[in-house]
């Protein structure tokens, strides 16, 4: 392998690794309390390093939600995806999708919204990032006769979701969790 290949390949690993680092040190810590040099010291790194990666840790942040959101690209294209929420089938299959997302990445989760909280920039730019999510939920509800914007109304459904997630991941099992998430938006949509 040529030495150009060997460099990008450690900087790949760097990057996998500073990441990592810092989803552990916003787990023990919070987002708002961790430093760049707790991300470095975690993953074994010089703190140089960081800066040939990342601007600063919000720019590791939102290359953290970046992954994030390839991965939700994934479950879109999975298998039991519909697009009907007149069937709850279709909204418990998102609820799901959702909750087993939030479940894995609930440190990055919060790391967003502690952020967002104090950087009104930051906010601006994660609401970007997510809107091709958002356009996904909005233009299933747009077959549904609601009140108001599609996207308006999906942002109710990420709020609701998110919200109902953050307060009661570590309170109920996850099947009761989706259960009763699904029957509420389900209900609320106009289904039986």
């Known amino acids: 392998m040529a030495e150009t290949g060997v460099r990008k390949l450690r900087a790949a690993q760097t990057e996998v690794e500073l990441k990592a680092a810092a989803i552990r040190v916003f787990g023990r810590v919070g987002y708002l309390n961790a430093k760049i040099t707790d991300i470095t010291a975690e993953a074994g790194r010089a703190t140089g390093s960081f800066y040939q990666h990342f601007a600063s840790k919000e720019k590791l942040l939102e290359a953290l939600l970046a992954d994030l959101l390839l991965e939700g690209d994934e479950s879109a294209a999975a298998p039991g995806h519909g697009e009907d929420f007149r069937d709850r089938a279709a909204v418990r299959y998102h609820v799901a999708a959702f909750w087993g997302f939030y479940r894995r990445h609930h440190v990055v989760m919060e790391a967003l919204r502690q952020a967002a909280i104090v950087d ?73």
């Open 120 to 192: 009104p920039e930051f906010e601006r730019v994660v609401q970007s990032m997510m809107e091709p999510d958002r356009g996904h939920i909005a233009a299933h509800l747009a077959k549904l006769d609601l009140p108001g914007e599609p996207l308006v109304i999906a942002s109710i459904f990420g709020t609701l979701v998110s919200g109902f997630a953050a307060e009661w991941m570590s309170k109920l099992p996850d099947d009761e969790a989706i259960e009763t998430l699904t029957s509420f938006i389900y209900g609320g949509i106009g289904g039986r």
